[in-house]
Structure formats: C-alpha cells, structure tokens
C-alpha cells in the first residue's frame, strides 16, 4: 500500500490505550519502548508487561496509518527510547527515518518474516512511494512473523534488563502458545473456499485458511495505489460478489472510499458474508491477541458458513 499524499485526521503522539500505558517518564524504572503502530506496540506490551512503558507513534482506530507525517516530538521519543520496533517493508518509513543513531536497539518486522519462512527474493524496485508491489508488507497478519517479533523482543528486553529476563521468556512463551492457538483455529478452515479482498491487508492470514484469493489484481493494485479502478477491474469485482462466486468478502474498514463501500454494499445485498479488519488495533480491545482473536473468529465462522 502506497503512502498517502494526504493527512486523514489529526494524529496525536499519545499513549497506547490499548496497551495500558501512559506518557513515558525517566525516572519511573520502567523500560521505554516506542513503536511505530499500535499493533506491535501491544506485541511489545505484551512481552514487557509492566517492566516496560510503551509508546505508538500511530494508535488512532479512525485514521489511515499511511497518511502520518512524524513531527519533531515523535524523532525525540526515538532518539530516548531503549528500544524501538516498527513494521519495514516500505509501509513505515516515516518512522525508519526518525532512527538517527546505529546504537539505537531496534526491531523491524518484515525482514524477520522474510528470514523465517526462507523465501527467495523477488523483490522489484520500489516506486516512486518508496512501496515494493511485489511483497506484501502487512506481516502483523503472518501469525508465524509475529511470534518471531516477540521472541526479538524478549532477547533485546533481556539485554537491557538482564535481572527480568526471565519473566520476558514466560511472557513470550504464554503469548505465542496463544499464537499458536490462533494457527490451529484458522489452519485451512477456508480449504475449497473462495474469497475476495478490498485490500489485501489480511493476505497471510487468508493464505493461512487455504481459501483461493481471487481479486482481481488491477482492482487490488487500483485500491492499493489510491488510484482510479480500472472499469473492467471493478466489473470483475462486482461480478464476483453479485454472481456469489465468493464465499467471503474481506474488507478494510480503516481505509473506506466510494469504490469499497460499494462493493460491500453489493455483497451484502448478495448474501456474501463480510468480515472487517482494520490496520491498526480499534478501541474495545485489550491487546493484540484480543484483537487478532475477533478478527480470526469472524473469518473462520464466515468460511463454515
């Protein structure tokens, strides 16, 4: 996904709500710990427990995450944090750029995915956006990068607080058995199933599900690019979800327009079945296995239906 050229909402710097935390201090003996979004925030969070602050430079449920231009506050929460964690993979480089120093611990999401699953590069050049088309960067939907970035974190929070180590490793390893509950529930529920996406977000855990992804790759590239849908694109589309030729309808809440609207508005009225998720984490949940359990659930249910 491109980033945006505009802002959409005011993006303040606040705390992780989702996570518990409050506005970072140097003297309350706790680990200060930023992240780019308030989903790997949580993942840290849930890492950390109460041995760590956390700060998300993005945790408004309402905004578009590729429109956040960073601000001079947000390079200073960089620059003190003992430890800092963000997606990569081209979808936030704002927060890539804040880090300045080569000392500054870090941990990036996307190349972990990358060294796990031990894939060849295809990579492409980038466009003019800095986005690689040929990857598919949101890796907090790959169950299996998730747990790699928990496991990172307990190694780099053990290296700052070498007398907590051991609680991060009981926490890693209650969170990721959590994880692998998770695998197990959505592990090819969607077998001899179709499905059909507004935007390919959720593209690892639906290949989790086994289900065939059959959007049409100029709509995908059209949403994605911000783009004008091609008529033949959104003709395809349509057909899809009007003819029933899909079993579920994927659909971004977090990043609407006209065009998706009216898809799921026509599937809806097909009777295919609509499962939303967003980017980032939505008010009402704990945490990130709160979220990403709803999100599994909805999609599972929707599959055996």
């Known amino acids: 996904m491109t980033l945006r050229n505009a802002l959409v909402g005011t993006l303040a710097v606040a705390s992780l709500a989702a996570c518990g935390t409050t506005a970072p201090s140097a003297d309350n003996g706790k680990i200060q710990v930023v992240a780019s979004t308030n989903v790997w925030g949580s993942v840290l969070k849930a890492v950390g427990g109460d041995e760590v602050e956390v700060k998300a430079l993005l945790d408004d449920p309402s905004a578009d995450p590729h429109s956040y231009e960073s601000k001079p506050a947000d390079a200073a929460l960089v620059k003190d944090a003992k430890l800092v964690v963000f997606n990569g993979g081209g979808y936030d480089d704002f927060f890539a750029k804040l880090i300045t120093s080569d000392a500054t611990r870090k941990i990036e999401a996307f190349p972990l995915r990358e060294h796990d699953h031990a894939e060849p590069s295809t990579s492409e050049a980038p466009d003019a956006d800095g986005h690689d088309h040929s990857v598919n960067e949101h890796v907090w939907y790959d ?163």
């Open 143 to 305: 169950l299996h990068t998730v747990r790699a970035v928990a496991e990172a974190a307990a190694n780099e929070l053990g290296t700052i607080a070498p007398d907590k180590k051991t609680a991060f490793e009981s926490n890693t390893q209650k969170f990721t058995a959590a994880l692998e509950d998770l695998e197990k529930k959505v592990d090819g529920v969607g077998a001899g199933k179709k499905v059909a996406s507004t935007e390919p977000i959720a593209h690892y855990l639906l290949d989790e599900t086994g289900a065939e992804d059959v959007t049409p790759e100029e709509f995908s590239k059209a949403i994605e690019e911000e783009s004008d849908v091609p008529a033949a694109a959104l003709a395809s589309m349509n057909q899809l979800v009007e003819g029933k030729q899909v079993n579920v309808l994927v659909n971004n809440t977090q990043t609407e327009n006209q065009v998706t609207k009216g898809v799921v508005d026509k599937a809806r009225a097909a009777g295919v079945r609509v499962v939303a998720v967003t980017e980032t984490l939505p008010e009402g949940v704990t945490g990130y296995l709160d979220w990403m359990t709803k999100q599994v659930d909805a999609l599972s249910q929707a599959l055996k239906a």
